[in-house]
């Protein structure tokens, strides 16, 4: 900016000294012809109306504006004849403007209809923000619900039954108990190593619907986590056995051996070993405390 200024004033002065210039060598040109040296009187003597100087500036001067009064008129005429040539564009200019008139205002209109709706948007954006707290909340608490449903559900099937619907008439022997709390243990245990294959899932949509599924039909479960690659097919076999067997026993005047015990003890290793969870380098890690089940010791 400074620079400029500079430069500006440069350009002032070099102006000035030479008018101061071209009025002095006037002057010294005058003082030739006269044959005299010039006076400050003979300045006077130049701006006077009746001098010849004058004189001859003002025939200059109206020769100047005659000149410049036709060239404007010829400038004018020439500007009338480029329009009367180029009316017919000049027309379709307008008559375009007249039909995109519409268009471009119906355009505006929907500019603002759109900063309307993202304001609102945002807006709605803004809230749902706000909820999201409450949100990932309520889902918490609706994990805890289905995990105990879940846990009630297999307390119901673990329940045994009466053949013919009425009370038993006779007390079970201590072993028969005994075994049942133990195949009832074993049945357990494979429904919540199941839950945690389902809590492994990746894809929540998948993970939810086999959530949501009743654990009162384990085969159903177990099919479908086979069938979409969950777990093996060996998992899938040994966990049909289980549940088949372990419901075979339900009735109460089924007597339960010892040998159907082991049977599934050996299933439940296997079960052990399938279903347990793996790194990412195919290794097998320990697996995790069990969530605790609801367990109801009456027979």
């Not at 205002?105 to 500019?111: A, F, K």
Request: with cysteine.
């Amino acid at each position: 900016m400074l620079g400029r200024i500079k430069t500006g004033f440069f350009y002032i002065f070099v102006c000035f000294f030479s008018l101061v210039g071209i009025m002095v060598s006037g002057l010294e040109l005058y003082s030739w012809q006269a044959g005299t040296r010039w006076q400050p009187h003979d300045i006077n003597a130049l701006l006077m109306y009746d001098s010849p100087t004058m004189q001859m500036a003002r025939t200059v001067w109206a020769d100047i504006k005659y000149l410049i009064q036709y060239g404007a008129y010829l400038l004018a005429a020439l500007a009338l004849f480029i329009a009367v040539a180029q009316i017919k564009t000049v027309a379709k200019l307008i008559s375009d403007f007249i039909v995109a008139k519409g268009p471009i205002y119906e355009l505006g209109s929907v500019i603002t209809r759109v900063e309307s709706s993202v304001a609102g948007l945002t807006n709605e954006v803004d809230r749902l923000s706000q909820l999201e707290p409450t949100i990932q909340a309520t889902a918490e608490k609706l994990k805890e619900v289905l995990q105990r449903l879940g846990d009630l559900q297999r307390l119901t099937v673990s329940e045994r039954t009466d053949s013919d619907g009425a009370a038993a008439t006779s007390p079970l022997a201590d072993s028969d108990v005994r075994n049942w709390e133990r195949l009832r243990e074993l049945w357990n245990a494979n429904g919540r190593r199941l839950d945690d294959v389902i809590e492994r899932i990746p894809d929540k949509r998948r993970r939810n619907r086999f959530q949501r599924m009743p654990r009162t039909s384990y085969p159903a479960i177990i099919n479908g986590l086979a069938d979409d690659n969950l777990i093996s097919e060996a998992a899938r076999q040994a966990s049909l056995q289980l549940h088949a067997t372990f419901m075979s026993y339900k009735p109460r005047n089924r007597k339960i051996p010892d040998p159907a015990v082991a049977a599934l003890v050996v299933l439940d290793e296997l079960l052990e070993r399938e279903l347990a969870p793996t790194n990412d380098d195919g290794d097998e890690t320990p697996p995790h405390e069990p969530r605790p089940a609801i367990v109801d010791t009456a027979i």
